[in-house]
Protein backbone atom coordinates (compact mmCIF):
# COMPACT_ATOMS: atom_id res chain seq x y z
CA UNK A 1 0.00 0.00 0.00
CA UNK A 2 1.35 3.30 -1.23
CA UNK A 3 -0.09 6.81 0.53
CA UNK A 4 -0.52 9.37 -2.34
CA UNK A 5 1.43 12.31 -0.71
CA UNK A 6 4.87 10.30 -0.31
CA UNK A 7 6.04 7.89 -2.34
CA UNK A 8 9.40 6.90 -0.37
CA UNK A 9 12.16 6.15 -3.10
CA UNK A 10 13.98 2.72 -2.31
CA UNK A 11 17.38 2.50 -0.69
CA UNK A 12 19.24 1.21 -3.22
CA UNK A 13 22.85 2.83 -3.12
CA UNK A 14 24.81 2.20 0.16
CA UNK A 15 24.66 5.27 2.89
CA UNK A 16 27.73 7.23 4.50
CA UNK A 17 27.43 8.06 7.64
CA UNK A 18 29.33 11.54 8.50
CA UNK A 19 29.93 11.29 11.99
CA UNK A 20 31.70 14.91 13.63
CA UNK A 21 33.21 13.94 16.85
CA UNK A 22 35.21 10.24 17.00
CA UNK A 23 34.82 9.59 20.39
CA UNK A 24 33.15 7.10 22.55
CA UNK A 25 29.37 7.16 21.30
CA UNK A 26 30.71 7.03 17.29
CA UNK A 27 33.05 4.42 17.55
CA UNK A 28 30.94 2.18 19.66
CA UNK A 29 28.56 2.45 16.69
CA UNK A 30 30.64 1.99 14.56
CA UNK A 31 32.59 -1.03 16.05
CA UNK A 32 28.85 -2.19 16.54
CA UNK A 33 28.01 -2.08 13.18
CA UNK A 34 30.72 -3.85 11.88
CA UNK A 35 30.41 -6.55 14.76
CA UNK A 36 26.80 -7.31 13.66
CA UNK A 37 27.55 -7.30 10.10
CA UNK A 38 30.07 -10.33 10.92
CA UNK A 39 27.21 -12.24 12.84
CA UNK A 40 29.15 -11.62 16.45
CA UNK A 41 26.13 -9.49 17.64
CA UNK A 42 22.88 -8.77 18.08
CA UNK A 43 21.91 -5.02 17.16
CA UNK A 44 20.24 -4.71 20.80
CA UNK A 45 18.58 -1.68 21.49
CA UNK A 46 18.07 -0.25 18.18
CA UNK A 47 14.36 0.10 16.82
CA UNK A 48 15.29 -0.29 13.40
CA UNK A 49 16.75 -3.84 13.54
CA UNK A 50 14.82 -5.41 16.37
CA UNK A 51 11.29 -3.16 16.54
CA UNK A 52 7.98 -4.62 15.21
CA UNK A 53 4.72 -2.66 13.73
CA UNK A 54 1.54 -3.50 14.20
CA UNK A 55 -0.68 -2.80 11.28
CA UNK A 56 -4.58 -3.20 11.22
CA UNK A 57 -6.21 -4.72 13.56
CA UNK A 58 -5.37 -6.86 16.41
CA UNK A 59 -7.39 -9.81 14.81
CA UNK A 60 -5.29 -9.64 11.01
CA UNK A 61 -2.00 -10.64 12.79
CA UNK A 62 0.01 -8.26 10.80
CA UNK A 63 3.27 -7.36 12.56
CA UNK A 64 6.25 -6.98 10.64
CA UNK A 65 9.46 -6.11 11.54
CA UNK A 66 9.97 -2.20 11.19
CA UNK A 67 12.37 -2.87 8.78
CA UNK A 68 10.75 -5.29 6.40
CA UNK A 69 7.33 -2.72 6.85
CA UNK A 70 9.66 0.53 5.61
CA UNK A 71 12.07 0.55 3.03
CA UNK A 72 15.66 0.96 5.01
CA UNK A 73 19.11 1.34 4.27
CA UNK A 74 20.89 -2.24 5.98
CA UNK A 75 23.46 -2.70 8.29
CA UNK A 76 25.53 -3.72 5.29
CA UNK A 77 25.42 -0.67 3.55
CA UNK A 78 26.76 1.50 5.91
CA UNK A 79 29.91 3.05 5.45
CA UNK A 80 31.50 5.67 8.02
CA UNK A 81 33.89 8.94 7.68
CA UNK A 82 34.30 11.32 10.63
CA UNK A 83 36.14 14.31 11.86
CA UNK A 84 38.04 14.85 15.28
CA UNK A 85 40.30 17.11 17.29
CA UNK A 86 42.83 13.87 17.69
CA UNK A 87 44.30 12.39 14.76
CA UNK A 88 43.13 8.62 15.78
CA UNK A 89 41.60 6.59 13.65
CA UNK A 90 38.26 4.52 15.29
CA UNK A 91 40.12 1.31 16.28
CA UNK A 92 42.38 3.24 18.53
CA UNK A 93 39.90 6.20 19.62
CA UNK A 94 37.74 3.25 20.26
CA UNK A 95 40.55 1.51 22.53
CA UNK A 96 40.87 4.63 23.99
CA UNK A 97 37.16 5.03 24.72
CA UNK A 98 37.13 1.74 26.72
CA UNK A 99 33.60 0.62 26.55
CA UNK A 100 33.62 -1.85 24.16
CA UNK A 101 36.10 -5.47 25.57
CA UNK A 102 39.80 -5.10 23.54
CA UNK A 103 38.90 -8.75 21.22
CA UNK A 104 36.05 -7.45 19.68
CA UNK A 105 37.52 -4.41 18.79
CA UNK A 106 40.16 -6.59 17.36
CA UNK A 107 37.66 -8.48 15.36
CA UNK A 108 36.77 -5.75 13.74
CA UNK A 109 40.48 -3.74 13.65
CA UNK A 110 40.42 -3.31 9.76
CA UNK A 111 37.26 -1.96 9.46
CA UNK A 112 37.83 0.20 12.52
CA UNK A 113 41.19 1.46 11.47
CA UNK A 114 40.25 2.38 7.90
CA UNK A 115 38.12 5.26 9.42
CA UNK A 116 40.26 7.98 9.57
CA UNK A 117 39.24 11.67 10.94
CA UNK A 118 39.09 14.68 8.70
CA UNK A 119 40.15 17.92 10.14
CA UNK A 120 38.05 19.34 13.30
CA UNK A 121 36.56 22.57 12.59
CA UNK A 122 37.05 23.45 16.36
CA UNK A 123 37.17 26.25 18.62
CA UNK A 124 38.41 26.18 23.04
CA UNK A 125 36.25 29.00 23.29
CA UNK A 126 32.97 26.43 22.64
CA UNK A 127 34.21 23.50 24.55
CA UNK A 128 36.76 25.00 27.45
CA UNK A 129 37.94 21.76 28.33
CA UNK A 130 39.06 19.88 25.35
CA UNK A 131 42.33 20.74 23.42
CA UNK A 132 43.15 19.05 20.29
CA UNK A 133 46.22 19.95 17.22
CA UNK A 134 44.13 17.78 14.62
CA UNK A 135 41.89 20.91 13.30
CA UNK A 136 41.37 22.91 10.20
CA UNK A 137 42.75 26.75 9.62
CA UNK A 138 40.77 29.45 8.17
CA UNK A 139 40.40 32.76 7.43
CA UNK A 140 36.70 33.09 8.16
CA UNK A 141 33.68 30.19 9.67
CA UNK A 142 32.49 30.62 6.24
CA UNK A 143 35.91 29.63 4.90
CA UNK A 144 36.16 26.52 7.34
CA UNK A 145 32.26 25.78 6.25
CA UNK A 146 33.28 25.41 2.66
CA UNK A 147 36.05 23.19 3.70
CA UNK A 148 33.82 20.77 5.40
CA UNK A 149 31.46 20.94 2.33
CA UNK A 150 34.44 19.65 0.34
CA UNK A 151 35.26 16.90 3.05
CA UNK A 152 31.49 15.70 2.66
CA UNK A 153 32.04 15.65 -1.13
CA UNK A 154 35.21 13.59 -1.17
CA UNK A 155 34.19 11.50 1.34
CA UNK A 156 30.89 10.57 -0.13
CA UNK A 157 33.04 10.10 -3.40
CA UNK A 158 35.14 7.71 -2.10
CA UNK A 159 32.60 5.79 -0.16
CA UNK A 160 30.45 5.31 -3.30
CA UNK A 161 27.98 5.98 -1.63
CA UNK A 162 24.51 7.23 -3.04
CA UNK A 163 23.25 8.85 -0.17
CA UNK A 164 24.75 10.34 3.39
CA UNK A 165 23.55 11.29 6.94
CA UNK A 166 25.45 13.70 8.90
CA UNK A 167 25.18 13.12 13.11
CA UNK A 168 26.97 15.35 15.19
CA UNK A 169 28.60 12.86 17.81
CA UNK A 170 31.39 15.87 19.25
CA UNK A 171 31.89 17.18 22.63
CA UNK A 172 29.02 19.19 24.68
CA UNK A 173 29.64 22.69 23.73
CA UNK A 174 29.42 25.81 25.76
CA UNK A 175 25.67 27.18 26.60
CA UNK A 176 24.34 29.67 23.63
CA UNK A 177 21.11 31.33 23.18
CA UNK A 178 19.39 32.18 19.77
CA UNK A 179 20.53 35.79 18.65
CA UNK A 180 19.99 37.87 15.78
CA UNK A 181 23.33 35.96 13.97
CA UNK A 182 21.08 32.78 13.89
CA UNK A 183 17.51 35.21 12.35
CA UNK A 184 17.55 33.81 8.74
CA UNK A 185 19.56 32.25 6.25
CA UNK A 186 21.37 35.73 4.92
CA UNK A 187 22.30 36.99 8.75
CA UNK A 188 24.00 33.77 9.54
CA UNK A 189 25.93 33.60 6.26
CA UNK A 190 26.89 37.04 7.22
CA UNK A 191 28.00 35.91 10.56
CA UNK A 192 30.13 33.06 9.21
CA UNK A 193 31.85 35.84 7.02
CA UNK A 194 32.27 38.15 9.52
CA UNK A 195 33.55 35.25 11.93
CA UNK A 196 30.50 35.95 14.67
CA UNK A 197 31.01 34.36 17.78
CA UNK A 198 27.34 33.41 17.96
CA UNK A 199 28.24 30.86 15.63
CA UNK A 200 29.60 27.62 17.26
CA UNK A 201 31.28 24.66 15.35
CA UNK A 202 28.71 22.50 15.55
CA UNK A 203 26.56 24.91 13.53
CA UNK A 204 29.24 25.23 10.74
CA UNK A 205 29.16 21.16 10.32
CA UNK A 206 24.98 21.73 10.34
CA UNK A 207 25.07 23.80 7.80
CA UNK A 208 27.71 22.45 5.70
CA UNK A 209 25.19 19.27 6.02
CA UNK A 210 22.44 21.52 4.84
CA UNK A 211 24.03 23.05 2.01
CA UNK A 212 24.35 19.86 0.14
CA UNK A 213 21.45 18.84 1.19
CA UNK A 214 21.64 16.18 3.72
CA UNK A 215 19.78 15.42 6.84
CA UNK A 216 21.59 16.34 10.19
CA UNK A 217 20.89 14.93 13.49
CA UNK A 218 22.45 16.49 16.77
CA UNK A 219 23.26 14.04 19.34
CA UNK A 220 24.56 16.43 21.78
CA UNK A 221 22.62 19.30 23.64
CA UNK A 222 23.94 22.37 22.58
CA UNK A 223 22.33 24.90 19.97
CA UNK A 224 22.87 23.78 16.62
CA UNK A 225 20.43 23.29 14.16
CA UNK A 226 17.67 24.49 16.22
CA UNK A 227 18.18 27.89 15.06
CA UNK A 228 15.33 29.65 12.40
CA UNK A 229 18.69 30.08 9.97
CA UNK A 230 19.45 26.27 9.90
CA UNK A 231 15.71 25.51 9.82
CA UNK A 232 15.32 27.63 6.62
CA UNK A 233 18.40 26.08 5.42
CA UNK A 234 17.07 22.83 5.96
CA UNK A 235 13.42 23.58 4.49
CA UNK A 236 14.89 25.21 1.42
CA UNK A 237 17.36 22.37 0.42
CA UNK A 238 15.57 19.31 1.05
CA UNK A 239 16.67 18.58 4.38
CA UNK A 240 15.18 16.78 7.77
CA UNK A 241 16.97 17.20 10.60
CA UNK A 242 16.28 16.07 14.15
CA UNK A 243 17.88 16.57 17.96
CA UNK A 244 18.98 17.00 20.43
CA UNK A 245 20.62 14.99 22.89
CA UNK A 246 21.10 11.32 22.25
CA UNK A 247 17.33 10.22 25.21
CA UNK A 248 19.90 7.71 27.06
CA UNK A 249 20.40 6.59 30.78
CA UNK A 250 18.78 8.95 33.28
CA UNK A 251 16.48 10.82 31.38
CA UNK A 252 14.74 7.56 29.84
CA UNK A 253 14.05 6.42 33.09
CA UNK A 254 12.71 9.87 33.81
CA UNK A 255 10.81 9.84 30.66
CA UNK A 256 9.53 5.75 31.58
CA UNK A 257 8.80 6.66 35.01
CA UNK A 258 7.19 10.10 35.11
CA UNK A 259 4.31 9.33 32.48
CA UNK A 260 3.32 6.49 34.71
CA UNK A 261 3.26 8.58 37.90
CA UNK A 262 0.99 10.73 36.09
CA UNK A 263 -0.81 8.51 34.41
CA UNK A 264 -2.03 7.50 37.97
CA UNK A 265 -2.35 11.08 38.98
CA UNK A 266 0.52 10.36 41.77
CA UNK A 267 1.60 13.90 42.96
CA UNK A 268 5.17 14.58 43.37
CA UNK A 269 7.33 16.46 45.40
CA UNK A 270 10.72 15.81 44.41
CA UNK A 271 13.34 14.46 42.45
CA UNK A 272 17.27 14.81 42.82
CA UNK A 273 19.41 13.09 40.07
CA UNK A 274 22.69 12.99 39.80
CA UNK A 275 25.27 11.12 38.20
CA UNK A 276 28.97 10.06 38.04
CA UNK A 277 30.69 9.18 35.10
CA UNK A 278 34.51 9.25 34.08
CA UNK A 279 34.75 9.48 30.48
CA UNK A 280 35.79 12.52 28.23
CA UNK A 281 32.27 13.50 27.86
CA UNK A 282 32.05 13.58 31.65
CA UNK A 283 35.22 16.04 31.64
CA UNK A 284 33.77 18.34 29.47
CA UNK A 285 30.42 18.48 31.24
CA UNK A 286 33.33 19.40 33.93
CA UNK A 287 32.81 23.40 32.75
CA UNK A 288 30.17 24.89 34.07
CA UNK A 289 29.29 26.34 30.65
CA UNK A 290 28.92 22.62 28.72
CA UNK A 291 27.28 21.57 32.11
CA UNK A 292 25.29 24.56 31.80
CA UNK A 293 23.80 23.91 28.19
CA UNK A 294 23.28 19.64 29.74
CA UNK A 295 21.24 20.97 32.41
CA UNK A 296 18.92 22.79 30.10
CA UNK A 297 18.37 19.90 28.43
CA UNK A 298 17.53 17.24 30.89
CA UNK A 299 15.13 19.79 32.98
CA UNK A 300 12.69 20.41 30.39
CA UNK A 301 11.65 17.03 30.61
CA UNK A 302 9.33 16.73 33.86
CA UNK A 303 7.81 20.37 33.18
CA UNK A 304 6.43 19.21 30.05
CA UNK A 305 5.66 15.71 31.08
CA UNK A 306 3.96 16.54 34.04
CA UNK A 307 2.01 19.74 32.81
CA UNK A 308 2.16 21.67 36.48
CA UNK A 309 0.21 24.23 35.11
CA UNK A 310 -2.96 21.79 34.59
CA UNK A 311 -2.14 19.52 37.88
CA UNK A 312 -0.73 22.20 40.22
CA UNK A 313 -2.01 20.17 43.32
CA UNK A 314 -0.22 17.63 42.24
CA UNK A 315 3.19 18.90 40.72
CA UNK A 316 3.14 22.68 41.05
CA UNK A 317 5.45 22.24 44.07
CA UNK A 318 7.87 19.87 42.54
CA UNK A 319 11.65 20.79 43.04
CA UNK A 320 13.97 19.17 40.24
CA UNK A 321 17.70 19.09 40.58
CA UNK A 322 20.01 17.31 38.28
CA UNK A 323 23.54 17.46 39.15
CA UNK A 324 26.67 15.63 36.75
CA UNK A 325 30.24 14.65 38.44
CA UNK A 326 33.33 14.25 36.81
CA UNK A 327 34.68 11.13 38.51
CA UNK A 328 37.19 9.24 36.47
CA UNK A 329 37.34 5.43 38.31
CA UNK A 330 33.92 5.19 36.45
CA UNK A 331 34.86 5.93 32.85
CA UNK A 332 31.81 5.17 30.25
CA UNK A 333 30.09 3.04 32.98
CA UNK A 334 27.78 5.88 34.43
CA UNK A 335 26.09 5.66 37.90
CA UNK A 336 22.66 7.94 37.60
CA UNK A 337 20.74 7.77 41.60
CA UNK A 338 17.43 9.15 41.25
CA UNK A 339 15.72 10.17 44.50
CA UNK A 340 11.88 10.46 43.66
CA UNK A 341 9.38 12.06 46.37
CA UNK A 342 6.40 11.44 45.52
CA UNK A 343 2.48 11.22 47.56
CA UNK A 344 -0.26 9.21 47.04
CA UNK A 345 -3.91 9.34 47.94
CA UNK A 346 -4.47 11.91 51.14
CA UNK A 347 -1.23 13.30 50.75
CA UNK A 348 0.90 10.02 52.22
CA UNK A 349 4.13 10.13 51.35
CA UNK A 350 6.22 7.86 49.50
CA UNK A 351 10.21 7.17 48.08
CA UNK A 352 11.11 5.66 45.15
CA UNK A 353 15.20 5.05 44.36
CA UNK A 354 16.31 4.48 41.25
CA UNK A 355 20.32 3.60 40.73
CA UNK A 356 21.12 2.62 37.24
CA UNK A 357 24.21 1.42 36.81
CA UNK A 358 25.04 2.05 33.20
CA UNK A 359 26.77 2.27 30.19
CA UNK A 360 26.92 5.38 28.62
CA UNK A 361 27.73 4.92 24.68
CA UNK A 362 25.80 0.82 24.86
CA UNK A 363 22.80 2.83 25.15
CA UNK A 364 23.87 5.89 22.85
CA UNK A 365 25.16 3.77 19.57
CA UNK A 366 21.66 2.34 18.81
CA UNK A 367 20.43 5.11 18.69
CA UNK A 368 22.87 6.82 16.29
CA UNK A 369 22.09 3.68 13.52
CA UNK A 370 18.12 4.43 13.99
CA UNK A 371 18.36 8.35 13.87
CA UNK A 372 21.02 7.89 10.63
CA UNK A 373 18.72 5.07 8.72
CA UNK A 374 15.30 6.83 9.55
CA UNK A 375 16.29 10.42 8.69
CA UNK A 376 17.83 9.02 5.71
CA UNK A 377 13.71 7.50 5.44
CA UNK A 378 12.58 10.86 5.63
CA UNK A 379 14.98 12.82 3.00
CA UNK A 380 13.56 9.84 0.23
CA UNK A 381 9.79 10.10 1.61
CA UNK A 382 10.47 14.25 0.39
CA UNK A 383 10.26 15.17 4.27
CA UNK A 384 12.52 18.37 5.05
CA UNK A 385 12.97 20.97 8.00
CA UNK A 386 11.92 19.31 11.90
CA UNK A 387 11.59 15.39 12.06
CA UNK A 388 9.23 15.33 14.99
CA UNK A 389 8.22 12.26 15.08
CA UNK A 390 12.04 11.55 15.88
CA UNK A 391 11.80 13.22 19.49
CA UNK A 392 11.53 9.42 20.80
CA UNK A 393 14.95 9.29 20.78
CA UNK A 394 16.13 13.01 22.21
CA UNK A 395 15.81 14.77 25.56
CA UNK A 396 15.42 18.18 24.05
CA UNK A 397 13.49 17.49 21.00
CA UNK A 398 13.63 19.83 18.45
CA UNK A 399 9.89 20.83 17.60
CA UNK A 400 8.25 22.82 14.65
CA UNK A 401 7.76 26.54 15.67
CA UNK A 402 4.62 27.06 18.07
CA UNK A 403 4.59 23.32 18.95
CA UNK A 404 5.77 22.19 22.24
CA UNK A 405 7.67 18.97 22.23
CA UNK A 406 6.45 15.81 23.44
CA UNK A 407 8.67 14.08 26.17
CA UNK A 408 6.63 11.02 26.85
CA UNK A 409 8.43 8.14 25.75
CA UNK A 410 4.95 6.03 25.05
CA UNK A 411 3.92 9.19 23.04
CA UNK A 412 6.88 9.42 21.40
CA UNK A 413 6.83 6.34 20.16
CA UNK A 414 3.46 6.11 19.12
CA UNK A 415 3.94 8.81 17.05
CA UNK A 416 7.22 7.33 15.47
CA UNK A 417 5.22 4.29 14.44
CA UNK A 418 2.14 6.08 13.23
CA UNK A 419 4.21 8.44 10.62
CA UNK A 420 5.98 5.31 9.26
CA UNK A 421 2.18 3.98 8.89
CA UNK A 422 1.30 6.87 7.43
CA UNK A 423 4.10 7.49 5.22
CA UNK A 424 3.12 3.76 3.95
CA UNK A 425 -0.30 4.25 3.29
CA UNK A 426 -1.59 1.93 6.57
CA UNK A 427 -3.98 2.78 8.68
CA UNK A 428 -3.33 4.95 12.18
CA UNK A 429 -3.73 3.30 14.75
CA UNK A 430 -5.60 4.77 17.63
CA UNK A 431 -6.12 1.73 20.26
CA UNK A 432 -9.67 2.35 20.64
CA UNK A 433 -10.64 -1.10 19.13
CA UNK A 434 -14.57 -0.37 18.54
CA UNK A 435 -15.35 -4.70 17.99
CA UNK A 436 -14.16 -4.84 21.61
CA UNK A 437 -16.91 -2.70 23.20
CA UNK A 438 -20.00 -3.99 23.92
CA UNK A 439 -23.33 -2.34 23.87
CA UNK A 440 -27.36 -3.07 24.13
CA UNK A 441 -28.41 -3.82 20.94
CA UNK A 442 -30.72 -0.27 20.96
CA UNK A 443 -27.48 1.87 21.35
CA UNK A 444 -25.44 0.05 18.35
CA UNK A 445 -25.14 1.49 15.33
CA UNK A 446 -24.49 0.22 11.88
N1 LIG B 1 24.75 8.21 26.37
C1 LIG B 1 25.63 9.01 25.84
O1 LIG B 1 26.75 8.65 25.70
C2 LIG B 1 25.19 10.36 25.38
C3 LIG B 1 23.88 10.73 25.59
C4 LIG B 1 23.44 11.96 25.17
C5 LIG B 1 24.32 12.82 24.54
N2 LIG B 1 25.62 12.46 24.39
C6 LIG B 1 26.50 13.42 23.76
O2 LIG B 1 27.12 12.85 22.64
C7 LIG B 1 28.38 13.47 22.45
C8 LIG B 1 29.44 12.39 22.28
O3 LIG B 1 29.58 11.66 23.48
P1 LIG B 1 30.88 10.77 23.71
O4 LIG B 1 30.67 10.01 24.98
O5 LIG B 1 31.23 10.04 22.49
O6 LIG B 1 31.98 11.89 24.00
P2 LIG B 1 33.54 11.80 23.67
O7 LIG B 1 34.16 12.89 24.46
O8 LIG B 1 34.05 10.42 23.86
O9 LIG B 1 33.61 12.09 22.11
C9 LIG B 1 33.42 13.34 21.56
C10 LIG B 1 34.47 13.54 20.51
O10 LIG B 1 34.19 14.74 19.81
C11 LIG B 1 35.43 15.35 19.52
N3 LIG B 1 35.13 16.74 19.19
C12 LIG B 1 34.79 17.75 20.03
N4 LIG B 1 34.55 18.88 19.33
C13 LIG B 1 34.70 18.56 18.03
C14 LIG B 1 34.56 19.28 16.82
N5 LIG B 1 34.24 20.57 16.85
N6 LIG B 1 34.77 18.63 15.66
C15 LIG B 1 35.10 17.31 15.63
N7 LIG B 1 35.25 16.59 16.76
C16 LIG B 1 35.06 17.20 17.93
C17 LIG B 1 36.26 15.10 20.73
O11 LIG B 1 37.64 15.23 20.48
C18 LIG B 1 35.87 13.67 21.08
O12 LIG B 1 36.73 12.72 20.47
C19 LIG B 1 28.63 14.36 23.67
O13 LIG B 1 28.30 15.68 23.37
C20 LIG B 1 27.64 13.83 24.67
O14 LIG B 1 27.22 14.80 25.62
C21 LIG B 1 26.08 11.24 24.78
New binding site residues.
Partial sequence: MANDRFQVRPADGGLLVLL???????TTFIAGVQAIRRGLAAPIGSVTQMGTIRLGKRTEGRTPLIRDFVPLAGVEDLSFAG????EDDAWT?ARK?GVLEPSLLDAVKDELSAVKPMR???HRDY?KK?D?PFVKTGTTKMDLAEQLIEDIERSREASGAARAVMIW????ETFLEATETHRDVESFERGLRENSPDIA?SMIYAYAALRCGIPYAN??PNLSADIPALRQLASENGSPVGGK??K??QTLMKTILAPGLKARMIGLSGWFSTNILG???GE?LDDPGSFRTKEESKLGVLQYILQPDKYPDLYGDLYHKVRINYYPPRRDNKEGWDNIDIFGWLGYEMQIKVDFLCR??I??APLVLDLALFLDLASRAGLRGVQEWLSFFFKSPMTPPGVYPEHDLFIQRKKLANTLRYLMGEDMIHHLGEYTLETAPETATD
Fill in positions: PGLGAVSWDVFAAAVFVLGCGSTPGADFTGNRDVDSLA
